[in-house]
């Protein structure tokens, strides 16, 4: 605990962010960590895999980066893992949670195991790290929270409908809590990202809207930076989204693109 109050008093001090990045793994927030790193901010990294944590956290070498090994799916454990990452750091000026995951949609829609295992990891798990993070950053009374959904959430389709439905639940709760923290001076940004050249995406035909981690990455930093509260990346897909909200339903059905992965 000493050691923590001494880092906290040293990072304000040196006018440092202390960041904390969840799912801090993933092909996006491992490029988020980086340009935090850039900055000189301090990191505190959490993802599942032990090996992908240590690759990201020498990444971002020489800031000062800690690391922790948690499964979020094990919602019940979430609480000591905010809890922890509170102590790593001393306090929180900015939290990414990245965490999440496209699962098999045709298995999903073939087995409740599957299709709640969607829900769990892109809803459910996230609100069980959103709970003890907004709870901290509102009695702290500053801080920036940004949540990565997807455009999935905006407009069920049939080749990811489950997840677009977690992902619309969490933009909804986003959207209290954001509402709930605008007197505590906390920015919450909800971040709907569109197709982007990562592993979780391995399975699934390239185009034209595919973008690198790096740029949306750096859409995210920027958006945070701006404390916008609902924010679409890369930007094209504010427009795009927009028309694909306002088809009508019968006409929609009737694109047989939207079966494609």
């Known amino acids: 605990m000493q050691a923590s109050c001494a880092f906290a008093l040293l990072a304000y001090s040196a006018g440092m962010k202390r960041v904390l990045i969840l799912g801090a793994t993933s092909a996006i927030a491992a490029e988020v960590a980086k340009v ?25 070498a020489p800031t000062h980066v800690t690391t922790a090994v948690a499964d979020f799916a094990d919602q019940g454990a979430n609480f000591a893992v905010i809890e922890r990452a509170i102590a790593a750091l001393g306090s929180l000026d900015t939290v990414l949670v990245a965490h999440g995951d496209l ?34 950053m509102e009695a702290a009374g500053a801080g920036r929270l940004g949540v990565i959904t997807s455009v ?6 049939p080749r990811n409908y489950t ?19 605008v007197r505590a001076r906390v920015s919450v ?8 050249d990562t592993p979780m995406r391995r399975d699934q035909a390239k185009h034209a809207l595919v973008v690198k981690p790096r ?18 990346v890369p930007p094209v897909w504010r427009a795009i989204m927009r028309v694909v909200k306002s088809t009508p339903e019968p006409l929609f059905q009737r694109a047989t693109f939207l079966l494609r992965k």
């Open 215 to 232: 740029r949306v990455a750096r859409d995210i930093v920027g958006a945070m930076d701006a404390r916008a509260a609902e924010v679409y």
């Open 36 to 60: 935090h790193a850039e900055r000189g901010d301090a990191l505190h990294l959490v993802g599942r895999n032990a090996a992908k944590l240590e690759r990201a956290a020498a990444a971002c």
């Open 103 to 136: 699962g098999d949609e045709r298995a999903s829609q073939r087995s409740f195991e599957d299709a709640e295992m969607v829900l769990r990891v892109n809803f459910t798990s996230v609100v069980s790290l959103l709970i003890p993070l907004v709870n901290h």
């Open 189 to 196: 940004t909800t971040l709907k990202v569109g197709t982007v």
């Open 152 to 157: 999935a959430g905006d407009r069920g389709m």
């Open 163 to 181: 997840y677009g439905a977690a992902k619309g639940a969490l933009n909804v709760y986003l959207q209290g809590v954001r509402s709930r923290l």
